[in-house]
């Protein structure tokens, strides 16, 4: 600039800046960024003009918008924590009625037509929970962003990958500075600053894929509630998720129930975002990640390998299961209890006990079996804490995503800060099988069911594969944690899962055509019992699947929850369909061997 110059220069003009993009793994877009145009008003400028209430009455002339809401709105902008935030009174404005308003509402600096972009998403609910939803900055975050550069009428992401990647995805407004050299003349200065667009997500969801993983669990979960006669809560409740057990890329993500991403698209009503919040269901809940259950036999797994480490049991240890066992009070000895078994079974050998999912097996392995005939030594409960542990089981994966938790995986310690109640014997058998305190999101059980078949190593899962733009892309590298578990034991545990997915085991129902896999299925008791004609005890119960494919060669893990419904009848068939599909689209000749 030069001295003795009189410089003029007119408020910056706004370059739009875009929000980058998301996308499937095939390229298919998930994500638009629409141009908007909005009438707005600046509250400090209109509440300090002399003829504030004047200026209201001439927007309620020209807009028909009431001078009462006009003036509330304002009201609310000088109250706010930023009252030179423009106030939006029209949104998505026709170039029609922007050009009316512009010059009707000229002579005032407070009222301005400002440009901005909505979101809009994919209309199906397949990625509305992925990919979440953006909003304006809230007040108690406003300090926070506003210290990261952003002004207060930016808009940021709130939920799901919009929310994670927040700092990759946003665009950066440019501006234009138009300054004149002086009123007498016509000469002036332009100073451009550009905008700077947003980089994009490429997911490794393919979005077949998940339309049939959808499909898939809403119609056996639906069915569950007709079998097993369900009559409060009827709502299709489960999830399903396929990871690729080397990388952690996840290839499906479902969790029923959902809703559709077009409720969050352009300016989303107050009243769908209402419906959604006081929906019984709560469909905003990510089952996957949000919420904890017990996981029942799927479990089994990681209590039978645990045995194998500690030399509890070898892959030719036999127990006879008769059904059920009893133990003592330990406190009382004319007290018995009865730990049943969901059959009699009879001699199992390790692989069998695991096909079969003996209760009565795992009683032994982890709580151990002794009477006036037979002594036999089980792992006890720290032992199962430990290698639970070592699965990942009690702590978050790490997954892209916001809101998930940590579960619980309980042990002496937990029952006694909780409960103030000593742990028992029994609480050991539950816990082998999958039940007592433990409860964790199905998240978990996938990735420890994906280090039983990559060789012992803990990946963490990720939706997100790349990101970038077509001049730049850069690939999400994943590190992997290997276990302190012998090849040799995940070798026995991957024969006994493929044993179970077999005709003789309870997880057949899962595994696909002309492919052999690793499954287990689990079927998990929740809720308060209702009693038979006979006084008999009976829960609701969760269906399982759990597993990993092919399992010659293993690549993918999946894990299937069903809220109500039996592993085998329900959770089994849904696995079966989508690993179908999997291997289907990818041309697999894979042959039963």
């Known amino acids: 600039f030069e001295a003795g110059v009189n410089y003029n220069s007119k408020a910056p003009e706004s370059i739009l800046a875009y929000r980058g993009n998301i996308y499937d793994v095939n390229g298919i877009e998930l994500t638009k960024n629409i141009p908007r145009l909005k009438l707005s008003i600046i509250p400090n400028i209109i509440n300090n003009a002399d003829d504030t209430a004047s200026i209201l009455r001439n927007i309620e002339e020209v807009t028909l918008l009431p001078y009462s809401i006009l003036e509330a709105q304002l009201k609310n902008g000088i109250e706010s924590n930023d009252p030179s935030r423009p106030i939006t009174i029209i949104d998505e404005l026709t170039t029609q009625d922007a050009i009316i308003y512009d010059v009707k509402f000229a002579k005032y600096s407070g009222v301005q037509i400002t440009k901005d972009v909505m979101r809009q998403y994919e209309e199906s609910p397949l990625f509305s929970r992925i990919i979440g939803s953006t909003g304006l900055i809230d007040a108690n975050n406003a300090e926070n962003y506003m210290n990261a550069g952003y002004s207060l009428n930016e808009t940021v992401g709130k939920s799901g990958l919009e929310y994670t990647y927040e700092k990759q995805l946003r665009g950066i407004n440019g501006k234009t500075i138009v300054t004149k050299l002086s009123n007498a003349s016509s000469d002036s200065l332009q100073f451009i600053q550009d905008a700077r667009n947003g980089s994009n997500l490429y997911l490794s969801i393919d979005y077949n894929l998940q339309k049939k993983a959808h ?98 049991a070898t892959k030719n240890t036999v127990i006879d299961t008769k059904g059920f066992i009893t133990i003592q009070n330990q406190y009382n000895p004319e007290i018995e209890y009865v730990f049943n078994d969901w059959d009699n079974h009879g001699p199992l050998n390790f692989s069998e006990g695991l096909a079969r999912s003996s209760d009565v097996y795992y009683y032994y392995l982890s709580g151990g079996y002794q009477d006036e005939n037979e002594y036999f030594q089980g792992l006890g409960v720290d032992k199962i804490h430990e290698y639970a542990k070592k699965f990942g089981i009690g702590s978050p994966t790490g997954i892209d995503l916001p809101g998930e938790i940590s579960g619980v995986l309980p042990n002496q310690k937990w029952k006694k800060t909780n409960l103030n109640e000593p742990w028992v014997v029994g609480d050991t058998y539950q816990l082998g099988i999958g039940q007592s305190y433990l409860k964790i999101p199905p998240i978990q059980m996938l990735v420890a069911t994906a280090a039983i078949g990559n060789g012992g190593y803990i990946v963490k899962p990720k939706l997100v594969k790349q990101i970038g733009n077509d001049e730049q892309l850069i690939e999400i590298e994943n590190p992997k944690n290997k276990i302190d578990i012998s090849d040799n034991n995940l070798n026995i545990m991957m024969d006994a899962m493929k044993l179970a997915a077999d005709p003789y085991g309870t997880a057949f129902t899962g595994e696909p055509e002309n ?21 008999k005890a009976e829960y609701k119960t969760h269906g399982w699947f759990s597993g990993f494919a092919p399992y010659s060669n293993p690549e993918i893990a999946i894990i299937v929850f069903l809220k109500n419904g039996v592993g085998s009848t329900h959770a089994g068939p849904i696995a079966k369909e989508v690993l179908e599909h999997y291997f289907n689209s990818k041309s697999y000749a894979y042959k039963l061997r």
């Not at 006081?278 to 809940?285: F, M, Y």
Request: overall charge negative; aromatic content about 6%.
């Open 215 to 312: 499909e898939a669990l809403k119609q056996y979960a639906d069915q569950a509630i007709i079998d097993l006669e369900i009559e409060e809560n009827k709502t299709a409740e489960g999830t399903v998720i396929v990871m690729d057990i080397n990388t952690g890329d996840i290839l499906s993500y479902i969790s029923l129930p959902d809703y559709t991403g077009e409720i969050f698209s352009k300016l989303p009503s107050t009243d769908s975002i209402d419906a959604l919040l006081r929906d019984p269901a709560r469909p905003l809940i990510d089952r996957n990640i949000m919420e904890n259950f017990p996981p029942g036999s799927i479990f089994k797994p990681i209590v039978g390998i645990a045995s194998l480490e500690e030399s509890i």
């Open 515 to 535: 492919i052999n896999i690793g499954g287990k299925t689990g079927t998990a008791e929740y809720g308060l019992p209702s009693y038979n004609e006979e006084g």
